[in-house]
């Protein structure tokens, strides 16, 4: 039987990209360490500072959430109810409960209360691939309610950001390249960003939730089945099997040399939306767009059915 590398004791959990035996305990502990760590490097957050972090009800932004109440970070949450059948419902059910759980503030907003349908019905109503529409909707509300925190936090973990980072490689998207990084520093009137689990993988992620007791919803949205970012995983974790490191190496190794692109990045000039003043590079940002979009269309068909009925 394998000891833990720390204490000696009966090991639980293998990190085998990282060749290490942890009991329960320790692996906590370590995991929470590197949390920090990361938060330090990249000069995330401290602990005078009020951060809002997403969570989608998934076990990464729930654990992220309960780790940086557990380092004693000033959190809030922001959840969006998205409007998307039985996957919302169970979601914000998982964040209610461990809203009243772990004492958090935890802020909710509802997609159907802002355009009067879900995220597919908005889609479909607009003939627009669903995963591009609802990251402009989520992007958009995250930052209007982020106007009285200093610092914004999501869940991305190694996988996620590797997929990112692989699929940014494969299409040469510069421009994202240069903005694929754990912090972005505040810009106009978008908040500071920043991803604490950026080195820490989906298997440790999800282990930390569990031995935590963090009840958190395990199905993915059913709109991203298929998605290229879940394909590109499929991909880096064959790879790992056969290399171990891979992904951090992969990561890492970009981060050091981001620079690069940074310096070819376009730098677009950003104007305020004359309907909502948010920073834009049109007059008019995508989510008024969005909005303007459904009311012509609900207009239409009014209009349409009206005449039907003459
Ligand atoms: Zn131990
Ligand atoms: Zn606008």
Same mark, same amino acid.
């Given at each position: ?5 720390? /204490?000696?004791?009966?090991? %639980? ?18 995991? %929470?360490?590197? @949390? !920090? ?11 005078? %500072? =009020? ?13 992220? &959430?309960? @780790? ?21 419902? !169970?979601?914000?059910? =998982? @964040? ?8 958090? %503030?935890?802020?909710? +907003?509802?997609?159907?209360? +802002? $355009? ?25 509300? $995250? ?5 009285? $925190? ?19 490689? &494969? ?13 972005? +520093?505040? #810009?106009?009137? &978008? ?6 689990? @950026? ?11 569990? &031995? ?7 199905? !993915? /949205? ?10 590109? =995983? ?34 677009? +000039?950003?104007?305020? /939306? ?13 989510? /008024? ?7 012509? =269309? #609900? ?12």
């Amino acid at each position: 039987m394998k000891k833990c590398r720390i /204490c000696g004791k009966p090991a %639980e959990v293998f990190l085998i990209s990282r060749n290490l035996a942890l009991c329960r305990r320790d692996f906590v502990e370590n995991f %929470e360490k590197r @949390v !920090e760590k990361t938060i330090n490097k990249f000069r995330m957050a401290d602990r005078g %500072e =009020k951060i809002l972090v997403a969570v989608s009800g998934g076990k990464d932004s729930l654990a992220l &959430l309960h @780790v940086l109440k557990k380092l004693g970070y000033r959190v809030t949450g922001y959840h969006i109810n998205l409007g998307i059948g039985q996957y919302s419902h !169970e979601s914000l059910k =998982k @964040v209610l409960d461990f809203q009243k759980k772990e004492g958090i %503030e935890i802020i909710i +907003e509802n997609v159907k209360e +802002e $355009f009067g349908m879900g995220i597919g019905e908005i889609s479909k109503l607009l003939r627009q691939p669903t995963c591009s529409i609802c990251g402009t909707i989520k992007r958009y509300m $995250f930052n209007r309610t982020a106007g009285s $925190f200093d610092v914004i936090a999501t869940g991305h973990n190694l996988d996620d950001e590797a997929a990112t980072l692989m699929g940014n490689v &494969l299409n040469w998207q510069i421009e994202y390249l240069a903005r694929q990084y754990p912090v972005l +520093e505040s #810009k106009n009137n &978008l908040k500071k960003k920043i991803k604490p689990f @950026v080195f820490m993988s989906e298997y440790e992620t999800a282990t930390y939730a569990f &031995l935590e007791d963090i009840d958190y919803i395990v199905e !993915e /949205c059913p709109y991203a089945t298929g998605a290229k970012s879940i394909f590109y =995983k499929g991909i880096l974790n064959r790879v790992e099997d056969r290399m171990r490191g891979t992904k951090i190496h992969f990561l890492s190794g970009f981060f050091k040399q981001r620079g690069r692109f940074v310096s070819q990045e376009k730098r677009t +000039e950003l104007k305020p /939306c004359i309907k909502c003043g948010y920073m834009t590079t049109s007059n008019i940002c995508q989510f /008024c767009r969005i909005k303007e979009k459904i009311n012509n =269309k #609900k207009g239409g068909n009014h209009e349409r059915n009206f005449l039907q009925n003459q």
